[in-house]
């Protein structure tokens, strides 16, 4: 059984553009739930998606926005990218919507210049 | 509304102490509590939770929370520290009836273990 995976590692955009990161759900999850880190930080409930919808979504502008692949696989976009985004982004994964565990990602560093 | 505060942001022990890091919490309704483990460059690891049964919780490496009503508190504790134990703690807190994305973490403790 593979675990939550993400990709890239690490990435760097400059102010005013747009990025994609990517999440494989653990084998079996059907939820997929996104939280941005900031430095010194807990991470923040950014949106979860169940079942290729949007299920749920914190205090976060629509400038996030997001997707859930037939697979369960998911990816977060961001545009117009800000100083403030600057953060580690997480992944996490569970089997339903009401499932108390969740199984969480090694992250995406993104740093914004 | 929920919400914890971790005093302290950085607590150090020496090896084979004991190891006691401190959650309160606020919640409208008997909240569900987590701790979560979070090691440099991997994401956050489930140590323990409460979920209404049994006040005293025990997770994996020997850490064990207990759920303290009376002073909304939740706070963890080791016996006794190991080197690998050196990492991010993060307590959660979320409601029942939420999602389970639904989380609301505090600002973590950094624990260092000197040797």
């Known amino acids: 059984e593979t675990g939550v995976t993400q990709s890239p590692t690490h990435l760097i955009k400059t102010r005013g553009q747009q990025v994609t990161l990517r999440c494989s759900s653990q084998s079996g999850h059907n939820t997929v739930s996104w939280y941005q880190q900031a430095l010194g930080q807990g991470p923040q409930f950014i949106f979860q998606?169940?079942?290729?919808?949007?299920?749920g979504r914190g205090n976060f502008p629509p400038r996030f926005s997001g997707l859930q692949f037939p697979n369960y696989s998911s990816e977060l976009n961001v545009n117009a990218l800000e100083l403030d985004d600057s953060a580690l982004y997480l992944c996490?994964?569970?089997?339903?919507?009401?499932?108390?565990?969740?199984?969480f990602g090694p992250g995406t560093r993104l740093l914004v210049l | 509304a929920q919400s914890v505060t971790q005093l302290g942001s950085h607590v150090s022990v020496s090896e084979g102490a004991l190891v006691l890091l401190r959650c309160n919490y606020s919640s409208s309704v008997p909240p569900y509590l987590f701790w979560y483990v979070q090691y440099p460059n991997q994401g956050l690891q489930l140590l323990l939770k409460y979920t209404s049964a049994a006040t005293l919780v025990k997770g994996i490496n020997g850490f064990e929370a207990e759920f303290k009503k009376s002073e909304t508190s939740f706070h963890l504790t080791k016996p006794s520290a190991h080197m690998s134990d050196a990492a991010e703690y993060f307590c959660?807190?979320?409601?029942?009836?939420?999602?389970?994305?639904?989380?609301?973490f505090g600002s973590g403790t950094r624990l260092s273990i000197r040797p």
């Open positions: 998606y169940y079942r290729e919808e949007e299920n």
């Open positions: 996490a994964s569970s089997l339903r919507t009401g499932e108390e565990t969740q199984y």
């Open positions: 959660a807190v979320r409601r029942p009836d939420s999602s389970a994305s639904k989380i609301i």
